[in-house]
C-alpha cells in the first residue's frame, strides 16, 4: 500500500466506508492469523517512575500519586495465577527504573517464572528505555519479548510530548538494540494526541512496516487531569469519539498493511467505549492484555482517566472476557504463547 492509500483510509469518514473498512481488514485477519484471541496477562508491577512524560498520569512529578512497588514474590505469584489460568502469555510493566536493585528483582522474577512454569510461559516486558547490556541481563534469565511504544514516529510532536530529557533518537534505538538481541519486539503510538495530524498516523504506519516490527499497541490518548498536556486539549466527547474511531481505523489499515503481526486490542479502547476492546478484535486486532494486577494496586496505576475494570479480579476478567469473546464468534487461544507469525517469518529469513 501507498503513503496515500494508507492516508486516505485513514482519512475515512461514514458509517458504511467504516464498517467496509473494519470488514476488509477482519478478512484478512481470519485469513492470516485466524480468529483466535491471545491473552497476556498484565501486571501492574509498579508505579514508580524516573520519567515526566507530558501525557502520563504516574508521570514523576506527579505528587497526587501515592506510589506503590510489588515485591517479586506479589509478581511471581500473579503470573503463575495467568499460567494456571492457561494464559500463554504475561506482560510485566511499570514506570521506568534503572538501579541495580530493580534489574537484579526483574532478573530474578524472570528466572524463578522460568523453572517453575518449565519455560512454559511466555515473558513480555515492558519497562522502558534500558541500556543494551540490561535488556541482555533480561533476556537472558528469561523474557521473549519487550514492548515500547514509539508513541509517535514524528520526532517534532516526540519532543512537544516529553521534557527536554527524553530523546527520540533513544527510544528507536533502543527499539533497534531490541531486535538485534533477539526479542520479539512491540512498539505503538498512542492515537488522537493533541498536535497530530492524519499525516503523522499514515507515517506511525509506515514506521511499523519499515521497523520490521512484530507486535502492535496502539491505543486512544486519553486525558489524565493531573498532567501537563491535559491542558493542551479539554477531553470532550467530540475528542474521545475521534480517538476512539481513529484508534480502531488505525488498528484496520495497520491489519490491511502488516498481515502477520500481532495487534493488540488495548484497554485503552475499554475506557472509551464499553465494547471497545470487542470493536477493537473487529478491526483486525488479535491479543487482548487482561489486567491481572491485585486490585488493591489498580488505582494507584492510572496512566490516563477513566482506566476501566478498577474493581474486578483476575479470574473476574477472565470469565468477563470469555463470555465476549465468544460472542463474537471467536476462540480464546489457551496455553498458546502465540508467538507472532512475524517474528517467525523475519528470523527465519535472518532479519
Ligand atoms: N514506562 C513504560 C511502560 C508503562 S507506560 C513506558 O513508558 O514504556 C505504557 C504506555 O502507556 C506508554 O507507552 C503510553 O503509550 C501509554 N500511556 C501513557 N499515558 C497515556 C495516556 N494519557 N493515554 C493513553 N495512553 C497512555
Ligand atoms: Fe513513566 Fe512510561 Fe508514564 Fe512515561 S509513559 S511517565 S515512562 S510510566
Wanted: proline share 4%; with cysteine; glycine share 6%.
Amino acid at each position: 500500500m501507498t503513503r496515500d492509500e494508507i492516508k486516505q483510509l485513514l482519512s475515512l469518514t461514514g458509517e458504511d466506508r467504516l464498517i467496509d473498512l473494519y470488514a476488509r481488514a477482519y478478512a484478512v485477519k481470519t485469513e492470516t492469523v485466524g480468529r483466535k484471541v491471545y491473552f497476556r496477562g498484565l501486571i501492574e508491577m509498579s508505579n514508580v517512575c524516573v520519567k515526566n512524560c507530558y501525557y502520563c498520569g504516574i508521570r514523576r512529578d506527579n505528587e497526587a500519586v501515592r506510589r506503590f512497588t510489588l515485591n517479586t514474590d506479589e509478581v511471581v505469584a500473579s503470573a503463575l495465577w495467568a499460567h494456571e489460568a492457561d494464559y500463554g502469555s504475561v506482560v510485566l510493566q511499570s514506570g521506568e527504573r534503572s538501579t541495580e536493585e530493580f534489574i537484579t528483582s526483574v532478573e530474578k522474577i524472570l528466572s524463578e517464572l522460568k523453572e517453575k512454569t518449565k519455560g512454559e510461559l511466555a515473558v513480555t516486558l515492558s519497562l522502558g528505555e534500558q541500556t543494551e547490556e540490561t535488556y541482555k541481563r533480561w533476556l537472558n534469565a528469561g523474557a521473549a519479548r519487550y514492548l515500547l511504544r514509539i508513541e509517535t514516529s514524528n520526532p517534532a510532536l516526540y519532543t512537544r510530548l516529553h521534557p527536554k530529557d527524553h530523546n527520540f533518537e533513544i527510544r528507536l534505538n533502543c527499539l533497534k538494540t531490541l531486535q538485534k538481541l533477539g526479542y520479539q519486539v512491540g512498539t505503538g503510538v498512542m492515537v488522537g494526541l493533541p498536535f497530530q495530524t492524519v499525516d503523522d498516523l499514515t507515517s506511525d504506519v509506515l514506521f511499523f512496516r519499515d521497523m520490521d516490527i512484530d507486535m502492535i499497541g496502539m491505543g486512544p490518548y486519553i486525558p489524565h487531569a493531573q498532567t501537563p498536556l491535559a491542558a493542551s486539549a479539554a477531553p470532550s466527547q467530540t475528542a474521545r469519539a475521534y480517538s476512539l474511531e481513529m484508534g480502531l481505523k488505525m488498528i484496520a489499515v495497520t491489519r490491511l498493511v502488516l498481515p502477520d503481526v500481532n495487534i493488540a486490542s488495548t484497554t485503552a479502547l475499554q475506557a472509551l467505549s464499553p465494547v471497545g476492546r470487542e470493536l477493537g478484535l473487529k478491526a483486525g486486532a488479535n491479543v487482548i492484555m487482561p489486567n491481572i494486577t491485585d486490585t488493591k494496586y489498580r488505582e494507584y496505576y492510572q496512566l490516563y482517566d477513566g482506566k476501566p475494570c478498577l474493581n474486578e479480579n483476575a479470574g473476574q476478567c477472565r470469565d468477563c472476557l470469555e463470555s465476549r469473546i465468544k460472542a463474537l464468534g471467536e476462540e480464546i487461544a489457551y496455553r498458546d504463547p502465540g508467538t507472532p507469525k512475524h517474528f517467525l517469518t523475519r528470523t527465519a529469513a535472518g532479519n
